[in-house]
């Protein structure tokens, strides 16, 4: 266990346990960071009242108690019943110094769950726009967190592969040919080969061989199973998957074809959900649609809003399919903890499906389910970020265009660099910047993009970070020293030193947090922290020339902690780690 704070609480909790018996040891310690102090804890103000005694009083029965000598230096009772608490330095350089042999840096190793994890979703034959790139960036980074900590994550990304345009697409498919180069647009310009089709069936006549008929009959053949509809249909499934593993590579991101769950996963279970939800009860035929009505779900004028589940033509729409998903998620994936991230406007759907499947039985109270909202990427004017036309932005033209910036920077900055270097740094850089702007801001609030600010190299950005890790490479290099070399004994008998030291013991418990809360963005806050601690101790603790050798070796040591927090924490939310900058 790493976490100063964690240490504390669990010593403070045994004080509580010995100070007012056993069924006060599980009592929260409320410890918290304090400026009179490293830590504070303000328990005793919550207990006085429950035990009915001054604070001070409480105070001083549990320093009576509390055994922290090998791990504090200063102990007293401040204010109206504050415990401060001032870490020994020997104990935080210790602590510290283990981390060198951490493989988990001090995170820990949760029960593991199995745990679906919904994110991307993007639409077959269509172009992946800005509006999909938060959804698959915090969703990759809570997949890589929670499988850090030790949970099974189980990728779905829900595409949108069936439903009534395919009707149209697989006709414009056969109209233009299967192997012609318009077909080919679904791997590179989804977007064309989906608006031909559209403006195909938009101009098209009102006769029986007319386009849009014929697009309306493949419907039916697709909803029914014909084979050659069918044949088709994966046709333009597996261009588009060409698409999206281009975007996904582009990204770094985890996700693959094994990962992919779309609609059409779902459609065998869908007669069966309505038809369980109907004999339960828990389903009704209103205006010829099958509907469930939920308490406390009303619209304008306090009238039930329904959930729909069979439309009155006979068709499914997305609650079906995501019904299905949950009993899918829990009956076969055995789920512990289903996320969503998905758009914020979501959230009334999500909370009438989960009540409807809890009603129905097909979740557990056992199983949690989670909305990670995303809120929406905007543009200098404050609207949603779309293109000069106002059609939404691609999201390919926006990373390349992020990897062209950043080349500019890195061939301003390392002329001395080779071309490809330069390339492979600008990836890198371009990539990163977006992703962390992405998940330095909470998942579920609005961000202005802004590519001068994310590629800037001061200020919370991915570019910044990226910076404080090589610049721990550059010292070593300098210093013709390999990372792995660095094994001294740490001291942190300067103030930046111990800040830095505190900050890396850190590490640990904000990934837990999270993991437990999944929130990525307390993690960005985490490594910019950390990072101004680095350009802190710098300033101070000069490392390569310090006074002594064997403070020469404990600062390399440090600052091989730090790179390693550094290069794990920027893994986890998905940010590549240049070695030159």
Wanted: charged share 25%.
């Amino acid at each position: 266990m790493a976490d100063p704070q964690e240490v504390l609480s669990r010593r403070v909790q045994s004080a509580l346990g010995a100070a007012f018996g056993p069924e006060f040891a599980d009592t929260d310690p409320v410890i918290r960071p304090s400026q009179f102090a490293d830590y504070q804890a303000n328990v005793a103000l919550a207990l006085a009242k429950r035990l009915g005694r001054k604070p001070r009083e409480v105070s001083a029965a549990i320093m009576e108690k509390l055994d922290v000598s090998d791990v504090c230096r200063d102990v007293e009772v401040s204010g109206p019943g504050f415990i401060n608490l001032t870490l020994r330095e020997d104990w935080i350089a210790e602590r510290t110094r283990r981390l060198l042999d951490d493989p988990r840096l001090g995170a820990p190793l949760q029960d593991g769950q199995n745990i679906p994890l919904d994110y991307s979703a993007p639409n077959v034959a269509k172009e992946m726009h800005v509006g999909h790139l938060r959804t698959t960036v915090v969703g990759d980074s809570l997949a890589r967190v929670l499988e850090f900590l030790g949970h099974n994550v189980i990728r779905q990304n829900h595409i949108g592969d069936w439903g009534t345009p395919f009707g149209m697409l697989i006709e414009h498919l056969l109209a233009v040919g299967e192997d012609s180069p318009e077909a080919d647009l679904v791997t590179t310009d989804p977007n064309a080969f989906y608006q031909a089709a559209r403006n195909e069936f938009d101009s098209s006549g009102p006769g029986p061989e007319d386009f849009a008929a014929r697009a309306r009959r493949r419907v039916v053949l697709l909803q029914n199973g014909d084979e050659e509809t069918l044949r088709l249909w994966r046709k333009l499934v597996g261009l588009s998957k060409v698409y999206f593993n281009k975007v996904y590579d582009r990204l770094g991101v985890t996700l693959t074809d094994d990962d992919l769950a779309g609609e059409s996963t779902y459609n065998d279970m869908l007669a069966d959900v309505c038809e369980e939800l109907e004999s339960k009860g828990i389903a009704e035929i209103s205006d010829g649609a099958l509907c469930v009505f939920l308490e406390g779900f009303t619209g304008r004028e306090d009238k039930p809003v329904p959930l729909i589940v069979r439309k009155s033509d006979g068709g499914y729409g997305y609650a079906t399919t995501d019904l299905a998903t949950v009993r899918h998620r829990v009956d076969d994936l055995k789920a512990d903890r289903i996320l969503y991230v998905v758009g914020a406007p979501q959230a009334m759907h999500f909370k009438m499906v989960w009540a409807t499947a809890r009603k129905a039985g097909w979740l557990p109270d056992n199983v949690e389910t989670v909305h990670v909202q995303i809120g929406n990427v905007l543009g200098a004017d404050g609207k949603i970020l779309r293109t000069r036309s106002g059609a939404p932005l691609r999201l390919m033209a926006l990373l390349d265009e992020a990897v062209e910036r950043a080349g500019a920077v890195v061939a301003q900055n390392r002329p001395d660099l080779d071309a490809a270097s330069r390339d492979e740094i600008a990836r890198m850089v371009g990539i990163g910047a977006v992703k962390y702007a992405d998940l330095s801001v909470a998942h579920d609030t609005e961000y202005t993009f802004d590519f001068d600010r994310m590629l800037a190299l001061n200020g919370n950005t991915g570019p910044y970070l990226q910076y404080a890790q090589a610049r721990i490479r550059s010292i070593f290099r300098k210093g013709g020293l390999e990372l792995s070399e660095a094994r001294g004994r740490i001291t942190v008998s300067q103030e930046a030193e111990r800040a830095l030291a505190l900050k890396l013991l850190e590490f640990g418990a904000v990934v837990a947090q999270v993991g437990d809360l999944l929130q990525p963005h307390r993690l960005s806050s985490y490594l910019f922290d950390l990072a101004q601690s680095l350009t802190a101790f710098y300033e101070h603790c000069p490392v390569l020339t310090a006074d002594t050798e064997a403070e020469r070796e404990s600062r390399l040591a440090l600052v091989a902690v730090a790179f390693r927090v550094l290069v794990q924490g920027l893994d986890l939310l998905g940010v590549e780690a240049p070695e030159h900058m």
